[in-house]
C-alpha cells in the first residue's frame, strides 16, 4: 500500500478521537460515536492495508 493511503487512514483516525473527544466534552453521545465509527473504520482499512503488503512480499 501506498504512504498516502496510510496517512489518509491514520488522519481518519485522529478525526475519530477528536470527534470522540468533543463528543464526551460536549456531552453529546451522536458526535461521540460518530467518532468511535470513523475510528472502527481507519482500523478495518489499516488492517486491509497490512494484508495487502503481507502478500505484496
Known sequence: ????DKAKHT???V?????EAAG???DN????????MDQAKADV????DDVKDAFDK
Open 11 to 13: 488522519a481518519e483516525d
Open 45 to 48: 482499512k489499516k488492517a486491509g
Open 24 to 26: 464526551k466534552v460536549t
Open 1 to 4: 500500500m501506498g504512504i498516502g
Open 29 to 36: 453521545e451522536k458526535l461521540e460515536a460518530e467518532g468511535k
Open 15 to 19: 478525526s475519530g478521537h477528536m470527534k
